[in-house]
């Protein structure tokens, strides 16, 4: 496995206040470097014997490896972000940019606070695309380790002192301001584009309980936070409750296995929740049984554990 | 501040400088005490130890910027974040404004520290001798093999950030080098003789991304009479 150089696409000449011989000793001296040596690094864990080799020297190459792979990722997105008018942004991106900081102004004002942060060390900013909540997030970064999981950078900058030393001295707000100008934003555009197609992590579903209606727990918050008239039955199972320390604010505890002796006790009006530890077949079956005599019941997605999570209020389970 | 009354103060300050040993000692005025009742510190931005003109394989504008901007700056930097932590109620405030101000605090503190000894390690030229050098040969073998792990972990930490740092170790009355790579990591009880910055703000300006002739250069200029005073000092504390 070899990696191949990405050449450069921007022209050095035209670039407004970044001098070609920074941008040339970044490329060669920096990505190249980190480059060469990722292809090393990967020719050495190839010609190793798993079976012989002790876990510290693994380690010690991955974590390298990392590094360097990042490092060229990064490079190569910092150098492809770079060759534009950076005053002029596209309508997809302003709207995008509206949406998730409320205003390009706003967006770029903290895009540029964490650049000046990350002055007099090393560092990356990054706008990143989110794909669980389909969203724009700025991400600082110290070192090329240090990134969001999951996310998809659609801009860089590059903080690293070797970025703007030559040109700009200890002067990282000169760098910054001139980076800004500069930015390639048909380029950051088409990226955003392609990141709002990749789809969010695949949830697990629990295909046995597809069609019974359920609710999530910041709902159940929700509702209770305002009011609402709702019964909450706790069904966890009774050999559970010997272990319980807590139940959750608001609920009552029924025994699941015995609907029938509590089941004439609930308000035939008031809609129900039903829980039980993690959220798996009790609640559910709990639920299903109080649909099918009439009950506007549903379950807790996430059980008791889920409410937790939250910082749901909780009280002694006596 | 004009160009020539920067090297007037600092021609002035090596000439004193010449006479004086470096110190690590931080000079803190005793003080009126802030509202909470936590006494005011102020650090104190030390002069340059040598004049910036006449280190050899360092430009002047280089040495200036780094004076400035880094070590100034952290200690200023410092002064800010001592300020704010003074006037903090540390029980009622949220996890990450502690975690944060504290982080900040050490690599402010530390940026000050170390900025020091590397200034003070500069201008000098050949090799360490009496006492120090015979350490060296005891815990390396030789000074040439201490000169080649030293300069190989700094040209290592090229292309970010980082120190290479000589340290006495007091548990085991020896010399090591210390890798870091950043402000933050030290030796555990080390205490540091002679620092090389790796940051790339220590040279970019004059050797672009070639940090290996940056650290060939520091390896000719190391003020070894600090560094020799510093172990003699070190090395007998009991």
Redesign the interface.
């Known amino acids: 496995m070899q990696y191949h150089l990405a050449p450069l696409f921007c022209r050095p000449w035209t670039l407004n206040g970044i001098t070609p011989r920074l941008i040339e ?2 490329y ?3 990505y190249g ?2 480059l060469r040596r990722l292809n090393a690094i990967t020719e050495e864990l190839e010609a190793l014997d798993p079976a012989a080799t002790s876990a510290e020297v693994v380690n010690r190459l991955k974590r390298d490896e990392a590094a360097m792979l990042n490092s060229t990722l990064l490079h190569e997105l910092y150098f492809a972000s770079l060759g534009g008018d950076g005053r002029t942004v596209p309508d997809t991106m302003a709207a995008a940019l509206a949406r998730d900081f409320g205003s390009t102004d706003r967006w770029r004002q903290q895009f540029i606070a964490l650049a000046e942060a990350l002055a ?3 560092g990356w900013v990054l706008l990143t695309y989110v794909p669980r909540d389909g969203r724009l997030i700025n991400q600082s970064g ?2 090329h380790s240090q990134n969001i999981a999951g996310g998809i950078p659609i801009l860089a900058i590059d903080m ?3 970025a703007y ?2 040109d700009f ?2 002067n990282a707000s000169a760098y910054v301001a001139a980076f800004m100008r500069n930015i390639d934003w048909a380029a950051v555009q088409g990226r955003y584009e392609d990141a709002t197609r990749v789809a969010p992590p695949r949830p697990l579903e629990q295909k046995q309980f597809a069609g019974v209606p359920a609710m999530t727990v910041e709902e159940v918050k929700t509702m209770l936070d305002a009011g609402e008239r709702v019964q909450i039955i706790d069904a966890r199972p009774r050999h559970y409750t010997t272990r319980a320390q807590d139940i959750m604010q608001g609920a009552v505890w029924r025994d699941p296995e015995r609907l029938d002796e509590w089941i004439g006790e609930l308000s035939k009006t008031d809609p129900v929740v039903t829980y039980c530890v993690y959220g798996f077949h009790v609640g559910c079956e709990t639920a299903i049984a109080l649909r099918k005599a009439g009950f506007d019941a549903r379950y807790m997605a996430g059980g008791h554990y889920a409410w937790k999570a939250i910082g749901g209020k909780v009280r002694l389970f006596e | 501040m004009s160009k020539d009354q920067t090297r007037r103060n600092f021609v002035g300050a090596a000439g004193i400088a010449a006479a004086t040993v470096a110190t690590t000692a931080l000079l803190r005025p005793a003080a009126a005490q802030t509202a909470t009742g936590v006494p005011k510190t102020e650090y104190a931005i030390k002069k340059l130890p040598f004049d910036p003109a006449k280190i050899k394989g360092i430009s002047e504008k280089l040495l200036v910027s780094h004076y400035e901007n880094n070590y100034s700056g952290a200690v200023k930097r410092l002064n800010a974040i001592t300020a704010q932590l003074a006037g903090l109620d540390v029980a009622a405030a949220p996890v990450f404004v502690v975690n944060g101000l504290k982080r900040e605090e050490l690599i402010a503190t530390n940026s000050m520290i170390i900025h020091e000894l590397y200034f003070d390690g500069l201008g000098g030229e050949g090799d360490p001798k009496g006492a120090l050098a015979e350490a060296l040969k005891k815990d390396f073998g030789s000074v040439e093999r201490w000169k080649a792990e030293f300069s190989a972990v700094g040209k290592a930490l090229g292309g970010g950030s980082g120190w290479v740092m000589l340290s006495y170790s007091p548990r085991d009355k020896r010399l090591v080098n210390t890798w870091a790579a950043d402000h933050t990591m030290t030796l555990a009880n080390g205490r540091p003789i002679l620092a090389l910055d790796m940051y790339e703000h220590a040279y970019q300006m004059d050797y672009g991304a070639r940090a290996a002739a940056y650290v060939d250069a520091f390896m000719q200029i190391i003020r070894w009479d600090n560094a020799g005073s510093l172990f003699e000092r070190y090395s007998k504390e009991t």
């Open positions: 000793s970044h060669e001296g920096n470097s980190a007099g060390g090393s110290a070192d690293y002192e070797h030393h030559i001295g200890a």
